[in-house]
């Protein structure tokens, strides 16, 4: 089979969004696995206090 040029360059797109998509899950695990429960409920409180008691007022 003879790739032209837009399917090769459609081809190599479509590898790199894959690649990409791989590299952002393992990247999420890895995080995951990494920050325990003190980090996270610190994380949460502090972002909560950035955005401020308003946001969660109707």
């Known amino acids: 089979m003879k ?3 837009r399917e090769r ?3 190599l797109d479509d590898m790199k ?3 990409i998509s ?3 899950v393992m990247a ?6 990494s920050i325990d429960t003190s980090i ?5 409180d502090e972002t909560l206090k950035e955005m401020g008691e ?3 007022q109707s």
């Open 40 to 44: 996270q409920d610190s994380l949460i």
């Open 9 to 11: 360059k459609k081809a």
């Open 54 to 56: 308003s946001t969660w």
């Open 17 to 19: 969004e894959q690649i």
């Open 28 to 33: 999420g695990k890895v995080v995951a696995a």
């Open 22 to 24: 791989i590299a952002s």
């Open 3 to 5: 790739w032209n040029w």
